[in-house]
């Protein structure tokens, strides 16, 4: 049974329907990242699954009951990391936790050592670099200890180094609680280094996504480089067939 499962969705901005009769189901314990041109419907699916937009029809299922943020757990990562500059850092990875009235994370120290926040948790927002940021909004996330995690582009904003180095940060938390992720890029690179799943999502809404299997997650040593770049290719040409790869 899937972990998260979306039937029929339906979600429209006026009269424009960016999601149409969209389907998906989601395993549990993956990682699907979802590519797509601007405007596509990625971050609105995220939005719509975490009831921030509220869908014209179809349902929702996390483990195979109706979502409901404000009963289940999910962590919701958005494009410029959601930190209220007026609390210091710790104050905003608790915040979450307090406002849902739920008990943080067994693992909270754990999860501030690894992402190397302790010397920072007296800090504001504004005081920090834009990887500092980004390592906050993930250990807020993470101490929800959440059923479905949804990451709507959190590396986009970061230079590569910092952008490898905050993935690599976001996988190793994954691999020791192993959380359903729903992860939103538009980086082709990123989704083959960083998901179970590379989702196409369509340029139409009418069309269906198309998923690939990636067989390099997490692989063994005797993988290239050359296997990523072929993978890359693949679904770049897959992409250009489909239109997804322009925003015209």
């Known amino acids: 049974m899937p972990q998260l499962t979306v039937r029929n969705l339906n979600v429209s901005y006026g009269e424009t329907a960016v999601l149409k009769n969209f389907n ?28 921030i937009i509220k869908p014209k029809g179809g349902e929702i299922l996390l483990k195979n009951k109706p979502v409901n943020p404000a009963e289940q757990s999910i962590g919701y990562i958005p494009q410029h990391y959601g930190l209220l500059d007026w609390l210091t850092v710790k104050a905003n990875l608790f915040l979450g936790a307090k406002i849902r009235k739920v008990p943080v994370s067994k693992n909270a ?57 905050s993935r690599d940060l976001f996988l190793y938390l994954w691999k020791a609680y192993k959380t359903t ?52 290719q693949t679904i770049s040409q897959r992409m250009q067939e489909t239109g997804r790869d322009t925003d015209e």
């Open 181 to 232: 992720t729903l992860f939103v890029t538009h980086n082709i690179r990123e989704a083959v280094h960083t998901g179970n799943y590379i989702v196409l999502l369509p340029k139409q809404a009418i069309e269906t996504p198309e998923i690939f299997k990636n067989p390099l997650f997490q692989a063994n040593a005797d993988r290239t480089p050359r296997d990523f770049y072929d993978l890359e």
């Open 24 to 51: 998906l189901d989601v395993e549990a314990g993956s990682i699907y990242c979802l590519l797509g041109t601007s405007g596509c419907g990625k971050s609105t699916l995220l939005k719509t699954i975490c009831g």
């Open 109 to 165: 120290e754990n999860i501030i050592e690894q992402l190397e926040l302790k010397p920072l948790l007296k800090r504001y927002p504004k005081e920090l670099s834009g990887g500092q940021q980004q390592r906050v909004a993930l250990a807020r996330a993470w101490m929800l200890q959440p059923e479905l995690m949804l990451m709507d582009e959190p590396f986009s904003s970061l230079d590569t180094f910092t952008a490898e180095r």
